[in-house]
């Protein structure tokens, strides 16, 4: 049954479907397939086979048409959220014994969809960071080279894709977290509109930074993830109800953008020259096919502070009581930092990065008036060494912060627009490269879409550390290669 795990998360859906399989026959895939390769990357810290075995028990009393989307198949949430009766830690020591009565909305409408939780991904602590550091579980590891970071927040997540340990995997995304981690394991993560997929737990009711977001293996899958994970909550003012078309429709369909625009560094920063001419090579194939391609990016001015301040603020928002009563457990100097300076904000700078934020979105807007969609790297750099916390210099430009860096996923967030992240080759090192996909406002369909176009064209997702091979020896051998 290991090999499962070598179809397509649309494939083991129409086999559940049609009964050829059980979800007990996938959990037990999952299962066998985690035992081989876990221990050695570190991507699933807390596992839960017994209650997804359960609910499967319970599913499979339904009729096969009303199992939901998902029909019982087996997948992990990032551990940011909860799951009734699972360990939550948020890699805290603050939660690391917390076991949740209840489950999140966004998991809850998984599983609503016949969605089986098997496990938790590994996170950095509380989620804040673009790594897997936290003083809960062991860090985890990059797949394609364990000397070097999976990206964060969605860590686990993205790693445990990479290693065909999951057809399927939740994660969020505050400014990069989906699409960072998805471009430094060279699998599919996307950031939908916000409102797209519920959140209950937002820490402003009118919070649009931070989303919750599917990743897969490929687009197919991911848009058929994020069909069953949208809708609405009368717990979130934001949400959106599910849209008559569906994304599983627009990734199947492949429509081709007339015009898009590309940009190596979108005039905001520094990106290694590498990963600009890999993504450029990778928007030139639409070229090819007829798509006008243009060198363009819309006015950003003021995005980098804009974002700061409006990060901090929200941070305060979600943690700030948090350090009040029990700061001494967090660990992260970086955390403690960006709670404090969201606390200390005047009106001033609240109105600032507001103002400068609407000028941002009416500039995005007048530019989607003439490009269908935006092309520029997801990552300025690949995977950086584990024992790096952060990426701290780019073509010779040094950042100040450990998050300056992550500027080409942060405008997507400050705009507030849908972007997805594609594998689309590979460094002279062997390290996966990311393309990222952004559209203009909801438009998540054309995204996926073209996305899906573009990895057809690619063929990059029929690659990974270790496909249609079981075992830690064949992970060994391949870690060895790549080392």
């Known amino acids: 049954m290991n090999a499962l795990l070598d179809y397509s998360a649309v494939e083991v859906v129409s086999l559940l479907r049609r009964g050829d399989v059980t979800p007990h026959d996938c959990l037990d895939a999952v299962e066998q397939r985690v035992g081989e390769v876990n221990s050695t990357v570190n991507a699933l810290p807390t596992l839960c086979f017994d209650r997804a075995h359960d609910r499967a028990s319970k599913l499979m009393q339904k009729p096969r048409d009303e199992r939901g989307q998902l029909s019982g198949l087996p997948l992990v949430i990032k551990d940011l959220q909860r799951v009734s009766g699972v360990r939550s830690t948020a890699g805290s020591l603050i939660y ?61 997540s993205a790693a445990a894709l990479a290693l065909n340990m999951t057809w399927l995997a939740h994660g969020s995304d505050m400014g990069g977290s989906l699409r960072i981690p998805a471009s430094f394991c060279g699998v599919v993560g996307m950031r939908p509109s916000p409102g797209r997929v519920a959140m209950a737990n937002r820490a402003s009711v009118d919070q649009t930074l931070a989303v919750q977001g599917p990743m897969a293996r490929n687009v197919v899958d991911l848009a058929m993830f994020l069909d069953a994970m949208s809708g609405e909550t009368h717990r979130d003012l934001l949400s959106k109800p599910r849209p008559l078309r569906s994304f599983a429709s627009a990734a199947e369909v492949q429509k081709l953008p007339k015009r ?58 979600s943690l700030g009581s948090v350090l009040r009563k029990q700061g001494t457990l967090v660990r992260s100097t970086d955390i403690r930092e960006n709670v404090t300076e969201g606390l200390q904000l005047t009106i001033d700078q609240m109105l600032e990065a507001e103002q400068a934020r609407v000028r941002i979105v009416q500039h995005v807007a007048d530019f989607f008036e003439t490009y269908d969609l935006l092309i520029c790297p997801s990552t300025i750099v690949p995977a950086h060494p584990i024992d790096q916390p952060t990426v701290v210099e780019c073509a010779g430009h040094v950042f100040d912060g450990y998050f300056d860096w992550t500027a080409l996923t942060y405008v997507a967030a400050v705009a507030g627009l849908p972007a997805l992240s594609l594998p689309c080759g590979m460094t002279r090192s062997g390290l996966p490269v990311g393309l990222q996909v952004i559209g203009p406002t909801n438009g998540d369909h054309d995204v996926i879409s073209c996305a899906a176009a573009l990895e057809d064209m690619l063929s990059f997702h029929q690659l990974a550390p270790v496909r249609g091979r079981s075992g830690a020896m064949a992970l060994s051998e391949n870690i060895q290669r790549l080392a």
């Not at 590891?141 to 686990?156: A, I, T």
């Not at 190596?264 to 920063?269: E, F, P, S, T, V």
């Not at 001015?301 to 928002?317: E, N, P, S, T, W």
């Open 96 to 156: 690391s014994d917390h076991v949740p009565a209840f489950t999140d909305a966004v998991v809850q409408h998984i599983e609503d969809e016949g969605g089986l939780v098997f496990g938790k991904s590994n996170v950095p602590e509380l989620g804040v960071g673009f790594n897997s550091l936290n003083p809960v579980f062991d860090p985890c590891l990059n797949p394609w080279n364990v000397k070097y970071s999976p990206g964060g927040s969605s860590s686990g």
């Open 260 to 317: 898009v625009a590309f940009s190596a560094d979108l005039n905001i920063g520094p990106v290694d020259p590498e990963v600009a001419c890999i993504v450029q090579n990778a928007a030139a194939r639409l070229q090819a096919d007829g798509v006008v391609v243009d060198q363009a990016s819309p006015n950003l001015d003021g995005v980098q502070r804009c974002f700061r301040v409006m990060r901090a603020y929200v941070l305060a928002c």
